[in-house]
């Protein structure tokens, strides 16, 4: 707030203030009168510095959510209104910080350097200013670049049980971006901050955090706070697309969310609706996921992908909260207990996930090699059924379906914070496809995922940059890559 009125001249010697008297304080909900010409969205601020924000009016009241310690906040005290909304400082220095919801560094590092600020509820672009999605955000996640693609500019729910392995995956497409120039954000809200640290071990210990900034909306903090982080994480991605380039956002997550968001309208004595959520967290949703998109070339290039993840109980998706992100995202990964159970990790349930976009985007090469992978995997899963029940007599074609599914169940299994790249995901499948692998022990499978790409860039070199390059197979690249698996083969697997 201070940087904006020291930018403008004007405002600084002249600056509106309304003042209004406090009336009640209850938690984090204060009423105050006498601030007529305040409006839903601006910030208001207590005599005591801290920040409010004003959510609603009722008769002659205005209803303000306290944005940090509301405990020396009384009754009878005044509170200000400068006529502004929610602006807060951006820059490139936020790159590899840890903020709260208001920008304020929390990590003792210092200050962040700012020069300008950016409205933190800005209406998303309108169609004018989006074109259709057009390139792949490379997840490191085999199953979802190929199989589940997703595109720069979507917005993909990721939604399971408690302890599915959502985070992981979501973390594991941050650390995949290493390199690639796209800017990561990650938001935690509502989370314990011990869970917080771990992520944060994991971004150091992969070099993620140079390119990330880190939205730290914990359950300890502010209940204002929480509500607000999600914006906020939105707002920096917002300056980072604006100067064309590409944004991932992880919103950790949006269950919590809309939790506090109920506890705040709760305490509005706004009438509660279904599961006692108000009727417009389906707007306050809706209005964060629609700040996603790809800008036209007029306006930079740029583009924010969201990943909203979302927790459920015992794999029910009908819950209030779940259905209206659904509706409201491109696609949703669905994230299975029974699996995680069963050792498939990540725990991505083929049938109930889908990308309804993110296929316009992917690599040819990527698009030709998984054309089949689903249904065979799918047919694998039916057989397997039907084999338990009858283990002789199958057909020769039967038990080679067996083995290819085998094969896909050892591929698309990955350790978390350990991301595979395009390259390496194109050379897993082009072997399956061509049967190398249908025969392989557990043991030889492993020493294939790990050594592939070594070997046939031992034979050909360039064979991660040409497919990056052209992304799609030439004859060329097709024989090369031939010989490095033939020699691999030869050489490992006799
Ligand atoms: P929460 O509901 O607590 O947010 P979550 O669904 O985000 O959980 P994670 O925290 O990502 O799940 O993972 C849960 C546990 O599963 C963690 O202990 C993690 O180490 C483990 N895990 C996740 N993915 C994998 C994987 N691919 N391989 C092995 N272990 C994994
Ligand atoms: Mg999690």
Redo the contacts with the bound molecule.
Sequence with gaps: MDAQVANNKTSARFEVREIGVVQSVRKFVVLAKGLPSCMNGQIVEFSDGTLGLVMGFNEEKVQILVLGDASNIRAGEEVYNKGKSLNLPVSEAFLGRIVNALCQPQDNLGPIESKETFPVFRVAPGVMERVPVKETLETGTMILDAVIPIAKGQRQLLI??????????A?DAIISQKGKDVICIYCCIG?PYS?LLKILDIFIEKDALDYSIVVSGVASVSTGEQYLAPYTACMLGEYFMYKGKDVLVVF??LTKHAWVYRQISLLLERAPGREAYPGDIFYIHSQLMERAGFLKPERGNGSMTFFP?V?ILQGDVTGYISTNLISMTDGQLY?STTL?NKGV???IDFGLSVSRIGNKAQWPVMKELSKSLRLDYLQYKELLQMTQLRTTGLSKEAEAKLRRGEAINQLI????NKPVSMEVEILYLYALNRGLLDNLSIGQMKHFKQDILAYVSKVYPQFAADIRKFKEFSEDIKQKMEEGLKEYFQEVIR
Excluded: E
């Design positions: 399971g049980d408690r302890l599915t392995g959502k985070t992981s995956v973390i989370k869970a950790d997550d993840i927790d994230f995680f990790k990540p725990a299994v990955q350790d978390k």
